[in-house]
Nanobody, 125 residues
Framework: QVQLVESGGGLVQTGDSLRLSCAASGRTFSGFRVGWFRQAPGKERDFVTATRWSDGITYYADSVKGRFTISREYAKSTVNLQMNSLKPEDTAVYYC??????????????????WGQGTQVTVSS
C-alpha cells in the first residue's frame, strides 16, 4: 500500500504560478511512475503529466506543454509539479497517482494503482 500526500493547491490569478508536491508516506518512489491528473467540475479526469522515478523521463499533455514541469526531488522523496502561466481552464482538482514503472500507458489512469486525495487549484480570470 502506498499512501500519497499532496500539497500546494490554492487560489491564484491568471498568469500566476503554483507548485504542487506529492510525497509517498513512509517510502520513496523507487520503482514507480508518478503522474498528475486533474478533474474539472463536470468533466472527466484527464492526464496532465508523468515521470519515471528511475530516470526522470517525462510525459506531458499537449494542453500543459511549455507551462508545466514535473520534477523529482530526491532529498525529499517528492515529485513536484511546477505550474506557470496558469489559465482559468487549469482550474481543477489535481491528483497525484503512482503505478509500477513499466513501458507505455503513462496517460492511462488504469496504469496507476495508488491515488492521492486531490488538491484544489483555482485560477481566477
Amino acid at each position: 500500500q502506498v499512501q500519497l500526500v499532496e500539497s500546494g493547491g490554492g487560489l491564484v490569478q491568471t498568469g500566476d504560478s503554483l507548485r504542487l508536491s506529492c510525497a509517498a508516506s513512509g517510502r520513496t518512489f523507487s520503482g514507480f511512475r508518478v503522474g498528475w491528473f486533474r478533474q474539472a467540475p463536470g468533466k472527466e479526469r484527464d492526464f496532465v503529466t508523468a515521470t519515471r522515478w528511475s530516470d526522470g523521463i517525462t510525459y506531458y499533455a499537449d494542453s500543459v506543454k511549455g507551462r508545466f514541469t514535473i520534477s523529482r526531488e530526491y532529498a525529499k522523496s517528492t515529485v513536484n509539479l511546477q505550474m506557470n502561466s496558469l489559465k482559468p481552464e487549469d482550474t481543477a482538482v489535481y491528483y497525484c497517482a503512482v503505478g509500477i514503472d513499466s513501458s507505455g500507458g503513462y496517460s492511462s489512469e488504469a496504469r496507476y494503482k495508488y491515488w492521492g486525495q486531490g488538491t484544489q487549484v483555482t485560477v481566477s480570470s
